[in-house]
């Protein structure tokens, strides 16, 4: 269990703190959500936890098997829709991963990617594309 406490500080902003760590986390709304879009957003969060999450599950299965995963990296492009109610819509996720990897640690890591929590999380409605770019190529 980890607890997190958040304030709302106003003008659509909040501070969240992480109490294992104190680490401080600020959201703002996004400019076309009535906000100055100066942080992430609570959305913005999200797509950050599921690339996050899927680079340190790599990095998981990447260190049981002794292999280098150093550089790899993930944009993730949060897609918003209004209809029927404000979500987000669609999240796509790059992966990058630089080295030399054969067929089969390729197919190992991209099915882990899929294994994150924050994926498993996320309701069937959100739709999530995964892309990988191997080696020279990332």
């Known amino acids: 269990m980890v607890q997190i406490e958040i304030a709302y500080e106003g003008q659509l902003r909040c501070s969240a703190t992480h109490s294992p760590s ?5 959201t703002d ?14 959305t913005d969060l999200v797509a950050t936890a599921l690339g996050s999450c899927t680079l340190t599950i790599l990095g998981i299965v990447a260190r049981e098997r002794d292999w280098d995963l150093s550089g790899a990296s993930a944009t993730v492009i949060k897609h918003m829709q209004a209809d029927p109610v404000r979500r987000i ?30 994926n498993q999380s996320l309701g069937a409605d959100v739709v999530r594309e995964f892309r990988f770019s191997w080696g020279s190529a990332s």
Do not use: M, W, Y
């Open 89 to 118: 819509g669609k999240l796509e996720v790059e992966i990058r991963v630089p080295g030399d990897f054969d067929e089969r640690a390729r197919r190992i890591l991209e099915r882990a990617a899929h294994t994150c929590p924050v």
């Open 29 to 42: 709304a996004p400019v076309d959500n009535q906000g100055r879009g100066e942080s992430f957003s609570p």
């Open 22 to 26: 104190q680490t401080l986390v600020q």
